[in-house]
């Protein structure tokens, strides 16, 4: 079957994402594809997780780092200039999980990294994460997609993937596994400079990919420009996607506590009474109201 690896030149996560969607329920069905892009700085959470547990979204706003969600599970990751997304879509039949993780050891080590996979399938420089998975399987295909970190901004990268520190948040969603991380910059310290280890990696990545040609690089507008992109991107985009796509969750602050669904907040109570208070917020999204909350109680408790 055909082996074809592609590259965008967007960095903006939400039509790359799309584009993923795109290639996943029309061209992944028959042919077997390596997809290469990056990300502005933004904040991937899992399909199933609470972004409000995940990621300090109060954080990321004043930094101006995207809030996302994929359509993938996992956990949640960091994405910046200095990530590699690495995506492996195909034919569902022929899904080979194991092949594609081969792919990129083969690639990594004749790079002469000493890179590990362990039983959770993070991929470990010196015992220190570089590379987390995620999958999903729909309409007869495969996605398996994966972050390598490369030269990525550690200072953010840790400030970002915490709550906001103001709830302590209950639910039944996945929540992330924490692990120590590091990059390829941190192994090799040429590997800092992005416009020559960019290249080499991908070149590195075709040499056991081994597509038909070389990697063409797909222009923005032209991946923008086709329709049904454009309808993933939109969905990804929306509020609704983004924070009301948690699963259920209760969120306390001090004695308080708030029951969302779907997003949306279904009560406020007092610990341990569970006293209801203002009915006012019920029904409102839960990410335009936190910080109303917050200054309702302190008040009421003045």
């Not at 990804?236 to 969302?260: G, N, Q």
């Amino acid at each position: 079957m055909l082996r074809t690896m592609l590259r965008t030149a967007s960095v903006n996560p939400y039509l790359n994402l799309a584009f993923e969607s795109y290639l996943m329920s029309r061209v992944a069905p028959r042919q077997n594809l390596l997809l290469l892009y990056r990300n502005a700085p933004s904040v991937v959470v899992g399909r199933h997780q609470n972004i409000h547990a995940e990621c300090n979204l109060r954080l990321m706003r004043e930094h101006g780092v995207l809030p996302v969600r994929r359509v993938s599970g996992g956990g949640a990751v960091y994405h910046d200039l200095g990530n590699v997304n690495i995506a492996f879509l195909g034919p569902a039949e022929q899904y080979d999980q194991e092949a594609n993780y081969q792919v990129v050891l083969g690639a990594l080590h004749s790079l002469g990294f000493a890179v590990e996979r362990n039983e959770r399938n993070d991929l470990l420089i010196a015992g220190k994460k570089i590379s987390g998975s995620a999958f999903r399987h729909s309409g007869g295909a495969s996605l398996h997609h994966l972050t390598l970190l490369v030269a990525p901004h550690f200072e953010r990268l840790s400030g970002m993937l915490k709550g906001d520190g103001l709830f302590a948040y209950e639910s039944k969603g996945i929540n992330s596994v924490r692990s120590e991380v590091s990059s390829l910059a941190r192994s090799k310290h040429e590997y800092k400079d992005l416009a020559t280890a960019l290249p080499t990696l991908e070149q590195a990545l075709a040499g056991t990919f081994k597509p038909a040609q070389q990697p063409p690089v797909l222009p923005m507008r032209a991946i923008a420009g086709l329709p049904e992109v454009q309808h993933h991107r939109h969905k990804l985009e929306s509020e609704d996607w983004i924070y009301h796509k948690c699963p259920a969750f209760r969120a306390r602050y001090r004695e308080l506590e708030v029951w969302v669904r779907e997003g949306r907040i279904e009560q406020l109570g007092l610990i341990p009474h569970n006293d209801t208070m203002s009915s006012r917020f019920c029904g409102r999204s839960w990410h335009k109201s936190m910080d109303e909350i917050v200054m309702m109680f302190d008040n009421k408790e003045e």
